[in-house]
């Protein structure tokens, strides 16, 4: 009677993790369908060739470049098979309805890679292609980022269809939720989420008190950052604290979307995010609070505030974050690369030790 109630049981599960996987598929394909179906950004090409610093050693673009006769460029296949070399700055400069098409390009593309894996027994040239298509979003982003912070805020919340309406802050717990559930996080994929989630809330709540150590320095209204640092004398010695201050914070966000994206996410993960969240661009912060909230981890407020560690040990976890990203290559872009040693990986992520050494690392990936 035991051994017949535990089949019947292991055969409810087995059914209900079919549904579950068709039911995953079936929305991936309306998604698929809706880019492919929804109209394509009107854009205008720039063709000024502009030389530019790729700042290598600064960010990781390994695989990504293409030396040329302008320099050391990235070449981007949205815009065809043979692609479209452009460097660094090129990319920065684009406008906002330039980086919606090619969005709309790579997301079309993933699409329908994605939907040849899903149906297809011959995956080799679809695999090869989306990893393709992945190294090539994370380089726009990266050159964007580091290139044009403010053209990338806005291409990180408004709508990229060529259609007006709410940006991404008007997406619901959910949305993530199901999205979460069509990526299909593994356990050692979701410890490390956690374990970013804790060390870079916990840098940032470093760098907040520096800043305001700073900022108690000056008189008047330091409400605005930018314009405090204008405003302070260049004689004075706080003016260059306060920009590396601000360097430092927006080098963490770059650092945190490259982890979350290259190393923990694996290609096709990646590529199911983009595809389910078109026409936006997910909040990475977001879908962090909602993966923490399933695990009923503690706020984010708890960590900004220190959570019981000295500022310095949230300076030296974040370099060893910084260790791991030079980890991140070709070769590992389509799997899991482990943030924290599964083994030692406990049930709570506050306690999961770092799979790499506790030592001073330099902050520059």
Not at 54 to 60: F, K, W, Y
Not at 100 to 125: F, I, M, W
Not at 265 to 272: G, S
């Amino acid at each position: 009677m035991q051994s017949q109630l535990a089949e019947t049981t292991a055969q409810l599960r087995a059914l209900k993790l079919q549904q579950k996987q068709l039911e995953a598929r079936n929305v991936l394909l309306e998604h698929v369908a809706r880019i492919n179906q929804g109209p394509m950004p009107s854009s205008q090409s720039a063709h000024n060739t502009i030389n530019s610093d790729l700042g290598q050693g600064n960010i990781d673009l390994a695989g990504l470049i293409d030396n040329t006769d302008k320099g050391p460029v990235i070449r981007l296949t949205a815009y065809g098979k043979q692609g479209r070399c452009m460097t660094i700055k090129e990319i920065s400069n684009m406008s906002f309805e330039e980086l919606a098409a090619v969005h709309t390009a790579y997301a079309r593309k993933l699409g329908q890679c994605l939907l040849e894996l899903a149906t297809s027994t011959d995956t080799g040239r679809a695999e090869a292609e989306m990893q393709n298509c992945t190294m090539e979003t994370h380089a726009l982003n990266l050159c964007v980022a580091i290139g044009n912070p403010r053209s990338f805020s806005r291409f990180h919340s408004q709508r990229l269809d060529g259609l007006s309406g709410a940006d991404n802050s008007h997406l619901s717990d959910t949305f993530y939720v199901e999205m979460l559930a069509a990526i299909d996080l593994t356990e050692p994929q979701q410890l490390d989420l956690m374990h970013l989630r804790r060390i870079f809330y916990g840098r940032l709540g470093q760098l907040l008190r520096e800043r305001k150590q700073l900022l108690s320095k000056l008189s008047g209204d330091t409400s605005d950052l930018y314009r405090t640092i204008e405003a302070v004398p260049e004689s004075t010695d706080i003016a260059p604290q306060l920009r590396d201050n601000g360097l430092a914070e927006y080098r963490v966000y770059c650092q945190f979307a490259s982890a979350f994206f290259r190393g923990i996410f694996t290609c096709k993960q990646h590529a199911v995010s983009a595809v389910y969240s078109y026409p936006w661009i997910p909040v990475k912060h977001k879908m962090l609070e909602v993966l923490a909230a399933q695990r009923h981890q503690p706020s984010a407020e708890r960590y900004m505030d220190g959570d019981g560690l000295e500022d310095l040990q949230h300076v030296i976890n974040w370099q060893q974050l910084s260790e791991y990203l030079k980890t991140l290559n070709t070769a590992n872009l389509t799997q899991h690369v482990p943030l924290i040693s599964c083994k030692r990986a406990s049930p709570h992520p506050d306690t999961a030790k770092p799979a790499f050494p506790k030592t001073p690392f330099d902050l520059l990936i």
